[in-house]
């Protein structure tokens, strides 16, 4: 069952779900909008010269960040955002992250194939950005370019994210 905007609100004040910080009009009839951070992760220079073997190379290593109000992304160009918001989901609700269609109409890919937020998630997410239009575009933090649907499981977890998932530690 995906979670309305009552059942939204109902979790949060009861504490079962958290997004900090929130804003009331973030909301939506069925999902929660978020925004982008001033964190931006953008592949080192080295990484356009030479060619990388997936199997011993890791974003962590092939990534470097940057903090900054606003970024412009090239047509092509991948980098990676991380939401303002913080999410904490109980062990029976997961998330589903989607963009939004106003900037994907201007060629804005918000996620690649990291939509799924654990149930027992405690963390900001990662969004995977990709610039497909043909002319450059800027972002800025506190953007609304993504949005969350929750749905409720049938039955509680037994892996919480924010217990057994290595990455989710560290967002």
Same mark, same amino acid.
């Given at each position: 069952?995906?979670?309305?905007?009552?059942?939204?609100?109902?979790?949060?004040?009861?504490?079962?779900?958290?997004?900090?910080?929130?804003?009331?009009?973030?909301?939506?009839?069925?999902?929660?909008?978020?925004?982008?951070?001033?964190?931006?992760?953008?592949?080192?220079?080295?990484?356009?010269?030479?060619?990388?073997?997936?199997?011993?190379?890791?974003?962590?290593?092939?990534?470097?960040?940057?903090?900054?109000?606003?970024?412009?992304?090239?047509?092509?160009?991948?980098?990676?955002?991380?939401?303002?918001? !913080?999410?904490?989901?109980?062990?029976?609700?997961?998330? +589903?992250?989607?963009?939004?269609?106003? $900037? *994907?109409?201007? @060629?804005? %890919?918000?996620?690649?194939?990291?939509?799924?937020?654990?149930?027992?998630?405690?963390?900001?997410?990662?969004?995977?950005?990709?610039?497909?239009?043909?002319?450059?575009?800027?972002?800025?933090?506190?953007? !609304?370019?993504?949005?969350?649907?929750?749905?409720?499981? +049938?039955?509680?977890?037994?892996?919480? $994210? *924010?217990?057994? @998932?290595? %990455?989710?530690?560290?967002?």
């Amino acid at each position: 069952m995906i979670l309305s905007d009552s059942d939204i609100k109902k979790m949060l004040e009861e504490g079962l779900l958290k997004i900090a910080p929130l804003a009331g009009d973030q909301i939506g009839p069925a999902s929660v909008d978020l925004t982008l951070s001033d964190e931006w992760y953008f592949f080192k220079d080295e990484y356009s010269r030479k060619i990388v073997d997936l199997r011993v190379t890791g974003f962590e290593e092939a990534y470097e960040m940057k903090k900054a109000a606003e970024i412009t992304l090239k047509p092509g160009e991948l980098c990676l955002g991380k939401t303002q918001e !913080r999410l904490t989901l109980p062990k029976n609700v997961m998330g +589903k992250l989607e963009g939004r269609s106003r $900037y *994907a109409r201007m @060629g804005v %890919i918000i996620h690649l194939t990291s939509a799924l937020v654990q149930p027992g998630s405690d963390n900001r997410q990662v969004l995977e950005i990709v610039n497909l239009a043909p002319f450059p575009i800027k972002l800025h933090a506190g953007m !609304r370019v993504s949005q969350v649907v929750f749905e409720l499981l +049938k039955t509680n977890t037994e892996k919480p $994210y *924010a217990k057994f @998932g290595e %990455i989710a530690r560290q967002q």
